[in-house]
Every structure is written in C-alpha cells, then in structure tokens.
C-alpha cells in the first residue's frame, strides 16, 4: 500500500437549512475569498443538512462561515491521499477494520495534484495513522 503521509485536518462542519440555494450559499462565500475547497460531503436531515468540508485554509474559512447565519465548529479527521487505483481505499479501510479501528464516516475528496485524498473520522486517530506510516 503506498499512502502519502496521513495528515490531521481541521473539518469544518455546518449547519445547513434544506432550501434551494443553501449549499450554493456557503461555497461560493468561501470560493469569492479565495479559499479551496479539498473535499465536501452533504447528509441530509429533515429540515436541515450537515455539510463537512476540508479546505486549504480552514480558520479562514471559519471566520467567513461564522459571520453568517449557519451554526458552524470544527472537528479533527485524517486526510489520506491513496492512489488512484480500483481497491487502494479499500486496502486503507480493510487494514484499520483488521486492526479495531473504526471509522465513524468518511468522504473522498482531491489532491491539488488530482489524486483521491480520503477524509475519515475514526475512533483510534493515533492508531490509525500508525497502521498507514
């Protein structure tokens, strides 16, 4: 298996209400500054979503977001860049589930260079970051 080096991120998490418009809303507040976006995911709720993003310049991004009108915080995640490749995800995630480790989500996002980079939050972050150097 041939991971890059595993990095702690800063995820921003948001607060999203479910209207048209909404997800359009943060992005681009985010990308008039400036500030890339690496990877995004969007679960829906009922009447709101949960959008968590990694981004090139997080506490940038944090002090935009936290001028508007969406609850937001941070939370800490690995970001794995693998190779593209068919199975090198599933590699990463076999080797943590053999060893304990949990992951309590995941997405997928880019490399500035294009290269799938895994965002995961899991239970044992040290462990996991061993098991992948």
């Given amino acids: ?19 048209p418009g909404a997800l359009a809303e943060i992005v681009q507040s985010l990308g008039q500054r400036g500030i890339n976006i690496l990877a995004i995911n ?4 009922l ?11 997080p506490d940038d991004a944090l002090r935009i977001l936290s001028t508007t009108t969406h609850l937001v915080f941070t939370r800490d ?21 053999r060893s304990g480790v949990n992951v ?8 500035a260079d294009s290269r799938p980079l ?10 996991a970051e061993e098991l992948l150097s």
Avoid at 10 to 19: A, D, F, G, H, P
Avoid at 42 to 45: D, I, Q, S
Avoid at 47 to 57: A, K, Q
Wanted: proline residues 4%; contains cysteine; aromatic residues 6%.
């Fill in 47 to 57: 009447d709101h979503g949960y959008v968590r993003l990694v981004v090139d310049r």
């Fill in 1 to 19: 298996m041939n991971t890059a080096t595993v990095a702690r991120v800063q995820q921003l998490c948001v607060l999203v209400e479910n209207r």
């Fill in 77 to 97: 995640a690995l970001a794995i860049p693998l190779e593209h490749r068919p199975g090198a995800l599933g590699e990463v995630l076999e080797l943590w589930g």
């Fill in 104 to 111: 309590d989500y995941a997405y997928v996002g880019l490399t």
């Fill in 118 to 127: 895994l965002i995961a939050h899991v239970d044992q972050p040290d462990r």
């Fill in 42 to 45: 969007l679960a829906e709720g």
